[in-house]
C-alpha cells in the first residue's frame, strides 16, 4: 500500500505554529516549573487558546475540526522542547476527551466535550490500579448500580492530569457485574471533579514529567449519576482497547519529538563546545553519534505517521501503533542518553533541556503499555496467541 507522508498545507501550518509556540513560550519558561515540580498554568493556557485541546473534534462540540494526524503533530513539536506539557495535552484529548467523543452520548458530548475542547476544564482517564496496570482487564474498582445511581468504590494510581485546578472529570473503568462464567463486566464511568468520596492524593514525586501532574486517586461510596456510564455496560475493555491503541501512535509522536529534541540540543551544543582546541562537533566520533540519532528519530517518525495514516484511512493500525510506540520509545531512550553523552558534565545538569530529556525519556517505555506489551500485542497480531 502506498504510504504519503507528505503533510498538507494545513498541517504543515499547524506544525511550525506549534515548534514556535514551543520555542518561544514554552522554552524559555518550563524548566523553572520543573524544578519546582509545579503544573504549568499559564503555559496550558496559552495552549488552550491556541485551540490544541480541540484539535482532533469537530467543531460542532467547541473543537478544531481536525484530526489525530494534526495533534500528533503538535505532541511532536511540544516534545521537542518539554515533555511535561505534551503530555498534558496527550492526556487531556487522548485520554480525557477522547473515551466521551468516541462513546458518549449525544448529550454527554454537548455537556463535557466544549469544556474539554476549549482547555477550560481537563480530564484524565483512570485505569491503571495499584494490583493492576499491563493485566488492566484485572480491575478491582467497583461500580454498583443503585437506583439511579452508580456507587464507586476503589483506587486508580498514576492518573494524569487527575489533580489540577483545572481537572474537570475522571473517566474510570470498573467492575459493574459479571457474566454467566464469572468474568467480570467492566464499564467505563464519568467521575466529576469534587464528587463526595472522590479524594486525589497529593502528586507523586516523579523522575520525570516533573510539571505534569500525577496522582494517586480514591473512590470511596462515590455516588455518580446512572447517566454517566459511556457506552453500554460491560463494553469498558474494548472501550479503552481502542482509546489505548490511537494513544500510542499520539505516545509515539511525542518520543519522537523528545528525540529530534537531543539532536537539535546537541547538534547546537557540538557546533559550540571546544576540546583540544576545535568543536567537539568536528570529530568523526561524535559526528556519527549524531548521525545515528538523527537516523533513529526520522525512522520513529515514519513511524508513527504510518499509523496514523492507517487510522484516519479507516484501516487496521494496531500493530502499526505498537510497533511506533515501542520503537520511538526505545529511540528516545537511546537519543536522550546520547545527547547527555554528547554534553558531557553539563548534561547532567538539570539546566540543561537534555537532562531534563533523558529523565523523561524512561517513562516512554512504561506508560500507555510497556515495551513489553507492545512486544506481546505486536506477536499477537502476527497470530502467535497469548504469550
Ligand atoms: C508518570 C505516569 C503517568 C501515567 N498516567 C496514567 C494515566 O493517565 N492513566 C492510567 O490509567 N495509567 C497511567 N499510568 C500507568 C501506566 O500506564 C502503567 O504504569 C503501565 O501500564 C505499567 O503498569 P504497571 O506499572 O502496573 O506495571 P506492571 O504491569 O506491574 O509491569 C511490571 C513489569 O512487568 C512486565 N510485565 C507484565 N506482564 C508481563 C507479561 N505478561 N510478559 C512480560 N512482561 C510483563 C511489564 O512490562 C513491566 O516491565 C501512568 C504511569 C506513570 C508512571
Given at each position: 500500500?502506498?504510504?504519503?507522508?507528505?503533510?498538507?498545507?494545513?498541517?504543515?501550518?499547524?506544525?511550525?505554529?506549534v515548534?514556535?509556540?514551543?520555542?518561544?513560550?514554552?522554552?524559555?519558561?518550563?524548566?523553572?516549573?520543573?524544578?519546582?515540580?509545579?503544573?504549568?498554568?499559564?503555559?496550558v493556557?496559552?495552549m488552550?487558546?491556541?485551540?490544541l485541546f480541540g484539535l482532533p473534534?469537530?467543531?460542532?462540540?467547541?473543537?478544531?475540526?481536525?484530526?489525530y494526524l494534526a495533534l500528533c503533530l503538535a505532541l511532536e513539536e511540544l516534545a521537542r522542547?518539554d515533555s511535561s506539557v505534551a503530555i498534558t495535552l496527550e492526556a487531556g484529548v487522548s485520554l480525557g476527551a477522547m473515551p466521551?467523543?468516541?462513546?458518549?452520548?449525544?448529550?454527554?458530548?454537548?455537556?463535557?466535550?466544549?469544556?474539554l475542547?476549549?482547555g477550560?476544564?481537563l480530564g484524565a482517564f483512570?485505569?491503571?490500579?495499584?494490583?493492576?496496570?499491563?493485566?488492566?482487564?484485572?480491575?478491582?474498582?467497583?461500580?454498583?448500580?443503585?437506583?439511579?445511581?452508580?456507587?464507586?468504590?476503589?483506587?486508580?494510581?498514576?492518573i494524569t492530569n487527575?489533580?489540577?485546578?483545572?481537572?474537570?472529570?475522571?473517566?474510570?473503568?470498573?467492575?459493574?457485574?459479571?457474566?454467566?462464567?464469572?468474568?467480570?463486566?467492566?464499564?467505563?464511568?464519568?467521575?466529576?471533579?469534587?464528587?463526595?468520596?472522590?479524594?486525589?492524593?497529593?502528586?507523586?514525586?516523579?523522575?520525570?514529567w516533573?510539571a505534569s501532574d500525577t496522582?494517586?486517586?480514591?473512590?470511596?461510596?462515590?455516588?455518580?449519576?446512572?447517566?454517566?456510564?459511556?457506552?453500554?455496560?460491560?463494553?469498558?475493555?474494548?472501550?479503552?482497547?481502542?482509546i489505548l491503541?490511537e494513544g500510542r501512535i499520539a505516545i509515539s509522536a511525542l518520543a519522537t519529538g523528545l528525540?529530534?529534541?537531543?539532536?537539535?540540543?546537541?547538534?547546537?551544543?557540538?557546533?559550540?563546545?571546544?576540546?583540544?582546541?576545535?568543536?567537539?562537533?568536528?570529530?568523526?566520533?561524535?559526528?556519527?553519534?549524531?548521525?545515528?540519532?538523527?537516523?533513529?528519530?526520522?525512522?520513529?517518525?515514519?513511524?508513527w505517521?504510518?499509523?496514523a495514516?492507517?487510522?484516519?484511512?479507516?484501516?487496521?493500525?494496531?500493530?502499526?501503533a505498537?510497533?511506533?510506540k515501542?520503537?520511538s520509545s526505545?529511540?528516545a531512550?537511546?537519543?536522550?542518553?546520547?545527547?547527555?553523552?554528547?554534553?558531557?558534565?553539563?548534561?547532567?545538569?538539570?539546566?540543561?533541556?537534555?537532562?531534563?530529556?533523558?529523565?523523561d525519556?524512561?517513562i516512554l517505555?512504561?506508560g500507555e503499555g510497556?515495551?513489553?506489551?507492545?512486544?506481546?500485542?505486536?506477536?499477537?497480531?502476527?497470530?502467535?496467541?497469548?504469550?
Amino acid at each position: 500500500m502506498a504510504l504519503d507522508h507528505r503533510l498538507t498545507p494545513e498541517h504543515e501550518e499547524l506544525r511550525r505554529t506549534v515548534e514556535a509556540f514551543a520555542h518561544d513560550v514554552v522554552a524559555p519558561r518550563i524548566g523553572a516549573y520543573y524544578e519546582q515540580h509545579a503544573f504549568p498554568y499559564d503555559i496550558v493556557r496559552e495552549m488552550a487558546a491556541m485551540g490544541l485541546f480541540g484539535l482532533p473534534f469537530p467543531e460542532e462540540y467547541g473543537g478544531m475540526g481536525g484530526d489525530y494526524l494534526a495533534l500528533c503533530l503538535a505532541l511532536e513539536e511540544l516534545a521537542r522542547v518539554d515533555s511535561s506539557v505534551a503530555i498534558t495535552l496527550e492526556a487531556g484529548v487522548s485520554l480525557g476527551a477522547m473515551p466521551l467523543y468516541r462513546y458518549g452520548s449525544e448529550e454527554q458530548k454537548r455537556e463535557w466535550l466544549p469544556k474539554l475542547c476549549s482547555g477550560e476544564m481537563l480530564g484524565a482517564f483512570g485505569l491503571t490500579e495499584p494490583g493492576f496496570g499491563s493485566d488492566a482487564g484485572g480491575t478491582r474498582t467497583t461500580a454498583v448500580r443503585d437506583g439511579d445511581s452508580w456507587v464507586i468504590n476503589g483506587t486508580k494510581c498514576f492518573i494524569t492530569n487527575s489533580g489540577t485546578d483545572i481537572t474537570g472529570l475522571v473517566t474510570v473503568t470498573a467492575v459493574t457485574g459479571r457474566t454467566a462464567d464469572g468474568a467480570p463486566l467492566i464499564s467505563t464511568i464519568v467521575v466529576p471533579s469534587g464528587t463526595p468520596g472522590f479524594t486525589v492524593a497529593a502528586p507523586y514525586s516523579k523522575v520525570g514529567w516533573n510539571a505534569s501532574d500525577t496522582r494517586e486517586l480514591s473512590f470511596s461510596d462515590v455516588r455518580v449519576p446512572a447517566a454517566n456510564l459511556l457506552g453500554e455496560e460491560g463494553r469498558g475493555y474494548a472501550q479503552f482497547l481502542r482509546i489505548l491503541d490511537e494513544g500510542r501512535i499520539a505516545i509515539s509522536a511525542l518520543a519522537t519529538g523528545l528525540a529530534q529534541g537531543c539532536v537539535d540540543e546537541s547538534v547546537r551544543y557540538a557546533g559550540e563546545r571546544e576540546a583540544f582546541g576545535r568543536p567537539i562537533g568536528a570529530n568523526q566520533a561524535i559526528q556519527f553519534k549524531l548521525a545515528d540519532m538523527e537516523m533513529r528519530a526520522h525512522t520513529a517518525r515514519v513511524a508513527w505517521r504510518d499509523a496514523a495514516s492507517r487510522l484516519l484511512a479507516g484501516e487496521p493500525f494496531k500493530k502499526e501503533a505498537a510497533m511506533a510506540k515501542l520503537y520511538s520509545s526505545d529511540v528516545a531512550v537511546t537519543n536522550a542518553r546520547e545527547a547527555t553523552q554528547i554534553h558531557g558534565g553539563y548534561g547532567f545538569m538539570n539546566e540543561y533541556p537534555v537532562a531534563r530529556m533523558w529523565r523523561d525519556s524512561k517513562i516512554l517505555e512504561i506508560g500507555e503499555g510497556t515495551s513489553e506489551v507492545q512486544r506481546m500485542l505486536i506477536a499477537r497480531e502476527l497470530g502467535l496467541g497469548r504469550g
